[in-house]
């Protein structure tokens, strides 16, 4: 079943500008994760936050996570032409499992 | 680097086919997962193997089987094919190492049920 859900369903921006991207979730996780995926490709693993971790960091990607509101959310800063993708925030319950939302898609302009 | 080859980036075929995705994975990854993307749904889980042999259904296993002889090769089974499982699928390995449960994704493979 579909736990997280991202917000906004789509996003443009000027090249340069910040990306901000929000992920909700339903029941209690393990961790939570961000995936990248270009246009008709596979997924590929950002970056991952543990349920007991409020904020974490990977070059220009800030990831935080607030387990009493159930969200998270992902910056892209200084964002570039290549950062013109799908993403999406993946839940893992500890059941070998992950439990993807429907993804923002994000376009940068150059 | 992790390496997972879907067998076929495009495929045609047509309605009460016989079709077989094929997924080959080169980490030794305990765990292999087939997924179907549509837009606006995300992915859902057709089925996961956590072992040879081993199978568990996910969401939405109705309409597929799945296969797994050896450790790197999960295969997707469309026993009828059927024009509403024209979609992208997409395969995916990984495993469980302490709190990370971190999942490495082939390129997918869009197929078309005429």
């Known amino acids: 079943s579909q736990q997280g859900e991202e917000d906004p369903q789509a996003l443009s921006i000027q090249e340069g500008e910040n990306a901000t991207m929000n992920c909700s979730y339903k029941?209690?996780?393990?961790?939570l994760q961000w995936y990248r995926q270009n246009s008709g490709r596979g997924l590929v693993h950002l970056i991952l936050?543990?349920?007991?971790?409020r904020e974490k960091h990977s070059g220009r990607l800030r990831v935080t996570l607030d387990t009493s509101k159930k969200s998270s959310s992902l910056l892209i800063t200084a964002s570039r032409a290549a950062d013109t993708a799908s993403y999406f925030c993946?839940?893992?319950?500890?059941?070998?499992?992950?439990?993807f939302g429907a993804g923002t898609t994000v376009t940068v302009r150059a | 680097d992790v390496k997972v080859t879907q067998s076929s980036r495009y495929l045609v075929k047509r309605t009460g086919e016989k079709v077989f995705l094929e997924c080959v994975q080169d980490?030794?990854?305990?765990?292999m997962f087939w997924y179907r993307q549509d837009p606006g749904l995300g992915l859902r889980l057709i089925y996961f193997?956590?072992?040879?042999?081993?199978?568990e259904k996910g969401d939405i296993p109705e309409g597929y089987s799945v296969s797994r002889e050896k450790k790197e090769r999960f295969s997707l089974i469309l026993e009828s094919a059927s024009t509403n499982q024209t979609s992208m699928y997409l395969c995916?390995?990984?495993?469980?190492?302490?709190?990370?449960?971190?999942?490495?994704f082939g390129a997918g493979t869009r197929l078309s049920v005429l």
């Open positions: 980490m030794d990854h305990e765990n």
């Open positions: 029941t209690s996780i393990n961790n």
């Open positions: 193997s956590y072992d040879v042999k081993m199978k």
């Open positions: 993946a839940t893992d319950a500890r059941d070998y499992k992950l439990s």
């Open positions: 995916a390995s990984g495993e469980i190492q302490g709190a990370k449960n971190i999942q490495y």
């Open positions: 936050i543990r349920s007991n971790e």
